[in-house]
């Protein structure tokens, strides 16, 4: 049971340069989340999604968009990368019943220079 | 948005010693959760805790729901080195639709 696959692991991408971030779950989980972690900082919400079809904005989403078509896929995209976008990203999922208790996946680590 | 200020912020101890780290916050929270990450790797969920007052052991980790449910703490009990790595607790709110509010961690070193 693969749990929560995050693609890539790691990259670095230039100012103003585009990417999508990977997230797939195989649970059937219906609530999938974006973090991302700052050095001390935690982790803070993104975006969310309670269900395929349906995504909502967390605490930080600017400069991210994000699509959920399937129930196993949450993509994040981001456009126009820039510095303040380096950080690890973190998908996780849950499902219905289990709400606090989420499955996280292993972390991308992005760097924008 | 909501703050948890979790402390200390880092602990660098001997193999055999008790740790100890806690969470407060202004708000009340329904959920507290203890999370730890591991070099390189996502959170893994520890211990939940769903009432206050509650007391909740997994192994040598113990973690309690604060009466006034603002805070809470978890002890580790006879550290290991594979204690190491970063601990977060979260808390879950009423009407937060179900987001977690995560503190900043306690980065924990064991010495063998």
């Known amino acids: 049971n693969a749990g929560v696959t995050q693609t890539p692991k790691f990259r670095i991408l230039k100012i103003g340069q585009s990417m999508t971030l990977q997230c797939a779950q195989d649970m059937n989980h219906n609530y999938m989340y974006w973090y991302r972690q700052d050095p001390g900082m935690g982790l803070k919400l993104i975006y969310y999604?309670?269900?395929?079809?349906?995504?909502d904005k967390g605490e930080v989403p600017n400069g991210y968009n994000v699509s959920r078509s399937t129930t196993e896929d949450f993509p994040l995209r981001l456009e126009l990368a820039a510095p303040s976008q380096t950080s690890v990203y973190f998908c996780?999922?849950?499902?219905?019943?289990?709400?606090?208790?989420?499955?996280f996946g292993s972390g991308t680590q992005l760097s924008v220079l | 948005g909501q703050q948890l200020n979790q402390s200390p912020q880092s602990m660098f101890i001997q193999e055999g010693e008790d740790v100890s780290m806690n969470c407060t916050s202004s708000?009340?929270?329904?959920?507290w959760l203890w999370y730890k990450q591991d070099p390189g790797e996502g959170p893994v969920l520890l211990i939940a805790?769903?009432?206050?007052?509650e007391l909740t052991s997994n192994g040598r980790l113990t973690a309690q729901f604060g009466i006034t449910r603002k805070d809470s703490f978890l002890n580790i009990s006879a550290s290991i080195p594979s204690d190491v790595g970063i601990y977060f607790c979260a808390g879950q709110l009423g009407g937060s639709n179900y987001k977690l509010t995560f503190g900043k961690g306690t980065l924990l070193t064991v010495n063998p």
């Open positions: 999604s309670v269900g395929a079809g349906i995504t």
């Open positions: 708000s009340i929270f329904n959920t």
């Open positions: 996780a999922s849950r499902d219905r019943g289990g709400y606090e208790k989420l499955f």
């Open positions: 805790l769903y009432k206050a007052g």
